[in-house]
Nanobody, 124 residues
């Protein structure tokens, strides 16, 4: 059974930091690209960041560039999202996803497996 489990969400003040983790199991995800998406109440799900299976390539949404960093752990079945300089508009449920494709992609339809998400709330 394939499972992606996110953790690390919480409530922090604006300007603070959080580190999200996503643990993948049930398959050999070391050859999968991994991505983070987020969905705020009343809004569509949007791309945040993605990383290639090797960890050598990354991609970010413009809204998080310079503030967020995606990385892979060792073994590569774990992916992290370090979020710094958080803003109230970063408030959302953050979901990780796995992509069997070779290149780093931002489109949701490219991703084969999804986690349930972890809530991130940023206060003023």
């Amino acid at each position: 059974q394939v499972q992606l489990v996110e953790s690390g969400g919480g409530l922090v003040q604006a300007g603070g930091s959080l580190r999200l983790s996503c643990a993948a199991s049930g398959r050999t995800f070391s050859r999968y690209g991994m991505g983070w998406f987020r969905q705020a109440p009343g809004k569509e799900r949007e791309f945040v960041a993605a990383i290639s299976w090797s960890g050598g390539s990354t991609r970010y949404a413009d809204s998080v560039k310079g503030r967020f960093t995606i990385s892979r752990g060792n073994p590569k079945n774990t992916v992290y999202l370090q979020m710094n300089s958080l803003k109230p508009e970063d408030t959302a449920v953050y979901l990780c996803a796995a992509d069997s494709g070779i290149i780093v992609r931002s489109g949701q339809t490219a991703y084969d497996y999804w986690g349930q998400g972890t809530q991130v709330t940023i206060s003023e």
